[in-house]
């Protein structure tokens, strides 16, 4: 099924971020992003990253000399245009480089279009189909699937439809890839509840690439996979349960969601952890204890009723779902870095093949990181996002972790971090002089693009 509002969405958004390319910042975001600089910082959607927390500072809105602007590849690596849902987006749709509101650089772009959820012989493809199968079995029918929805949202759709404040950290130029001071590269599949709400939809998944700045380790890139989960109740099914609607939809949720567990990895320990999102209430993480430790996979809970009044839902209730499809996939196939999902080398992707969830890979590259480290004063405008970012912007995959070290402040307050960065080929040895070269480039581009003083 294609429905119809894919391609409008797409080129209303396209015409519109045209539009907007020369207009100065919209005040509302201006103000998001202000008072989020000075107000106390809250994780995105999720509880478990304290490091988000204490690195969370944003960019002077502009000029942003320390800003993403300059952290673009050559614009010739990058493709001329991609197609999502039958729409072409072009580089210049969302690479800007002299809109001081956009910070979208071009290995971004180079991800867009390509679905890896798609690919029904990659693992996310596997896992989103292994998930329909568990839906179609026990709701045969009801619900209605996307997965190729335009992953370029309005500020309306991304925060304001789902409740986001003001203030809130996400909103930030250093959390999310802002295409114009309007338009953002989706951070969550929410993104698309009001719409498909207001369309009539009443049960739905939607599964798409979801875009945020964030650090680099072996379980976050800057673009990864959701699938969003939307179930609408009305009065006449909870009246005769006995409970009200609010408890109805949250036993239901957690019913439906435990069963999605057993289903994808058979009998596994798993807990309900209490949580926070704007959108929900209330509202929880699941947590599965694979290998020794407890790993938070979705996040959930019964759909705040504003949302559903604004949307043609009055005196209904619903409970909504997002889980993260790389780190399901991780486990199930025991894919031990993020980075590996974008591989195209046949040692990894003929490992896989169709319907088969739950093989084991086995790694091919046995060779080790390589660390170098690196220290400089900050400046108000650091932000580690941006390290990352420009790290990234040289070293592209190669760089599979960032991670501050060491961290100090001197007498005339002066503050210092050291940064240990891993380089690894998941696919080939990376010589000496290859990786010196890297860390050279790297260098000189921090002490560039982020006004920094190497030490
Ligand atoms: C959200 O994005 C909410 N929109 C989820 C939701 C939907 C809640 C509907 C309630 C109702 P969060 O930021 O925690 O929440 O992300 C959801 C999941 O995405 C996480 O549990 C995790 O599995 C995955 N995830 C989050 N950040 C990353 C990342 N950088 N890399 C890979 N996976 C990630
Ligand atoms: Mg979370």
Redesign the pocket.
């Known amino acids: 099924m294609r429905p119809l509002i894919r391609t409008a969405r797409c080129c209303l958004l396209r015409a519109r971020v045209r539009a907007m390319a020369t207009l100065p910042m919209a005040p509302l975001a201006a103000a998001a992003i202000s008072s989020a600089a000075s107000s106390p910082t809250r994780?995105?959607?999720?509880?478990?990253?304290p490091s988000r927390l204490l690195l969370a500072r944003f960019f002077p809105a502009a000029p942003a000399p320390a800003g993403p602007r300059g952290l673009r590849t050559s614009a010739a690596a990058a493709a001329a245009a991609v197609e999502v849902g039958g729409v072409k987006i072009a580089r210049d749709d969302v690479v800007k480089e002299d809109d001081p509101t956009n910070n979208v650089p071009d290995t971004i772009f180079s991800k867009i279009g390509l679905q890896l959820h798609r690919r029904d012989t990659h693992p996310l493809g596997i896992l989103k189909n292994t998930i329909y199968d568990y839906f179609d079995k026990n709701f045969a029918g009801q619900f209605d699937k996307f997965d190729d929805l335009c992953p370029l949202v309005s500020v309306k759709q991304n925060f304001d439809d789902?409740l986001v404040p003001a203030d809130h950290v996400?909103r930030s130029y250093n959390d999310t890839y802002y295409v114009d001071s309007q338009t953002v590269l989706r951070?969550?599949?929410?993104a698309h509840?009001a719409e498909l709400l207001r369309d009539g939809h009443t049960h739905f998944l939607v599964t798409g690439d979801?875009y945020?700045r964030?650090?680099i380790d072996s379980?976050?890139?800057?673009v990864?996979?959701?699938m969003?989960?939307?179930r609408v109740f009305s009065p006449d099914d909870w009246s005769g349960s006995g409970m009200d609607g609010t408890a109805y939809a949250a036993a239901d949720l957690k019913k439906t969601l435990e069963g999605l567990a057993r289903h994808l990895f058979g009998a596994v320990e798993m807990r309900w952890v209490d949580?926070y999102?704007p959108?929900?209430n209330p509202?929880?993480?699941?947590e599965i204890y694979f290998q020794d430790d407890w790993?938070?996979?979705?996040?959930?809970?019964v759909?705040e009723q504003e949302i559903l009044k604004r949307n043609g839902r009055t005196d209904h209730v619903a409970?909504?779902?997002?889980?993260?499809?790389?780190?399901?996939a991780m486990v199930l196939f025991d894919i031990p870095d993020?980075r590996l999902f974008w591989s195209n080398d046949k040692r990894f992707t003929s490992q896989f093949s169709e319907g088969k969830l739950g093989v084991k890979f086995k790694p091919f590259s046995k060779f080790p990181p390589c660390y170098k480290d690196m220290s400089f004063w900050i400046n108000d405008a650091f932000t580690e996002n941006n390290l990352c970012e420009v790290v990234r912007g040289i070293a592209g995959d190669l760089a599979e972790e960032v991670k501050l070290i060491d961290n100090f402040t001197n007498k005339k307050g002066m503050t210092s971090h050291c940064y240990r960065i891993a380089y690894r080929s998941m696919e080939r040895s990376l010589t000496d002089e290859e990786i010196n070269n890297l860390q050279l480039n790297v260098r000189e581009a921090v002490k560039n693009k982020l006004n920094v003083e190497l030490r």
């Open positions: 994780p995105v959607f999720s509880s478990s990253r789902v996400s951070c969550h599949t929410s509840q979801v945020r964030d650090s379980t976050h890139y800057p990864f996979h959701q969003e989960g939307f949580t999102f959108f929900t509202s929880f993480e699941l790993l938070e996979v979705l996040g959930c809970g759909t409970w909504a779902f997002g889980l993260g499809l790389e780190r399901l993020i």
